[in-house]
């Protein structure tokens, strides 16, 4: 079931959403060669408390951090450890801030120091297909809508969707109802309603979609190896449109 929130719940989740954002700001300069990903997992989460909250995936269903750091053809759900950052590879942050009960959820990727053409234009084009996803939503718009508008874009841009992958809904739990694939068909799918929230999260393969589950049971790679990015936002669905919860 979708649930429409409530002005209170939204206010909540406002702050939840401003906080992750504002944890992303905040990580940004620290993101440079040299730095190990459990470095980065331990400002993060000493940000989000001093903020007054909680990291939403520490110990969600025994992830054991709190943040996701996924590297070059690591799609999601990379765990933080000693591994330390090169010159030219690219890290996707996922982070989740919970505040009095409600979740923001917000994945970005970065480059370390200075990447290379292919690796820009990954970049570039999975955050542009992330906007064009959001430019589907409105108050009676449907899921498939958003998913059309992502790997429309992918596809004209010889990127790959994972499938198996999806965004969702956010509020009391950092994982809701509705599923929202980054593919699918118009008007197709369940109907959005102004109140109701969600995360829409396009990951894209500069190679295959195909994609593998690493012995850790939670990192998920590419089956070939090749750069996968990852981009999302949770937002507010409104009458006319929507409206970002976790800018930066």
């Known amino acids: ?23 992303h700001n905040f990580l940004k300069p620290y993101i440079k060669p040299g730095i190990t990903t459990k470095q980065l997992n331990d400002l993060a989460e ?5 903020r007054g909250a909680t990291p939403s995936f520490k110990g969600y269903d025994g992830f054991p ?24 590879d690219i890290i996707s942050i996922d982070i989740g801030a919970c ?6 959820d917000s994945a970005w990727t970065y480059p370390v120091g200075k990447i290379s053409k292919n690796l820009e234009y990954l970049l570039e084009h999975t955050e ?41 809904g956010v509020g ?3 994982h809701e109802d509705p599923d929202v694939p980054n593919y699918g068909a118009r008007h197709t799918g369940p109907i959005l309603k102004e109140g109701m929230v969600i995360a829409v999260e396009p990951m894209l393969n500069l190679g295959t979609r195909k994609i593998y589950l690493l012995d850790d049971d939670w990192t998920i790679i590419t089956a070939d190896d090749k750069p996968s990015a990852h981009f999302e936002h ?12 976790t800018r930066r």
């Open 234 to 245: 949770t937002v507010l669905v409104t009458k006319d449109g929507y409206e970002i919860l």
């Open 128 to 168: 542009k297909s992330l906007f064009k996803g959001l430019s589907a939503i409105h108050d009676g718009c449907h899921i498939g809508d958003i998913g059309f508008a992502v790997s429309k874009y992918a596809t004209e841009h010889n990127l790959s969707v994972v499938r198996e992958l999806v965004g969702h």
């Open 1 to 23: 079931m979708i649930s429409i929130k409530t002005p209170k719940e939204i206010e909540l989740l406002k702050i939840a959403g401003e906080i992750t954002g504002s944890t």
């Open 99 to 104: 505040y009095k009960g409600y979740h923001g």
């Open 172 to 174: 009391s739990d950092v």
């Open 46 to 50: 000493d940000y989000i408390i001093k």
């Open 65 to 88: 951090a709190a943040i996701c750091t996924s590297i070059n053809n690591e799609v999601v759900h990379g765990i933080p450890s000693n591994r330390v950052l090169k010159e030219g």
